[in-house]
């Protein structure tokens, strides 16, 4: 099943999506809450509302507020690391949960950059918590997945060696549609990413291309950090992305981000300048 976040008539609610509508779901107070009962193979209860108009609703990232966001890098082979050992451990950061931002909403690029950079990403949300998960356990607590565009400050990213700067601009990263459950995503090796900016093709992969899948992931994450329900692991980018090109590429205001994935859908997001006056600028 296909459930979302939502916005409707000043109200936030969740559902499942059937067709061009949404059924609101009234078993718990937001999906993440509402993620135990789903693995435990509990039927979602409609309410007593009237299913709502997809096309009426604003959505929200799936899950908005996972108590942990990890992200992974340097995650493909691919043909740009030819001849390039792979590495031992991921390269790993973490974002906010107030740096995504959900589909068909702005995603804000800052006054303090011209480096906005786009990276298509297959998303996985935990919805069976653990810790120190053995690799053979670690899909049965996997709730579902969703597509994600781990939107970069790259200057700000490059302050230091640490990320965490350009990863965590307000609104800066796209999550959604929906959460797809893995019912209909069995073998989720056998999905493929394209990510498009205005249209062309920027980034394509197959998922059974990562460098560390994700039972490794999760395994090697919740050695480390125990996962609750709603976490979100966003599994890495291919090459093509902005500033992996010559000449660079990045965002303007007015970009289109679409990142596709199969069996999943579309995730799309239109760059917005962000012109908050308060914005304090920084120089070294």
Known sequence: MKLVTFEYLGNRGFGQVLEDKIEPIDTATDLRAFLPALMRGEAPTADRRKPIPLSAVELLPPITDPSKIF?????????????????????MFTRCADAQTGH????????????????????????????????????SHVAGYSCFNDGSVRDWQKHSTQFTPGKNFYRSAGFGPWLVTT??????????????????????????????????LISYISTFAPLRAGDVIVTGTPSGFGSSRDPKEFLNDGDVIEVEISRIGTLRNVVQQDSDPRAVMFSQ
């Open 104 to 139: 068909d909403q702005p995603m804000l690029k800052p006054q303090h950059s011209e480096q906005y950079d786009f990276e298509g990403e297959l998303a996985v949300i935990i919805g069976l918590p653990g810790h120190k998960i053995h690799r053979a356990d670690a899909m």
């Open 183 to 216: 019912d209909e995503i069995p073998d989720p090796t056998a999905l493929e990413l394209e990510t498009r900016v205005n249209g062309v093709v920027k980034q394509t992969i197959g998922m059974d291309q990562m460098i560390f899948d994700i039972p490794w």
């Open 71 to 91: 992200c992974v890098a340097t995650n493909f082979h691919e043909p740009s690391r030819s001849g390039k050992l792979d590495p031992r451990f991921p390269l």
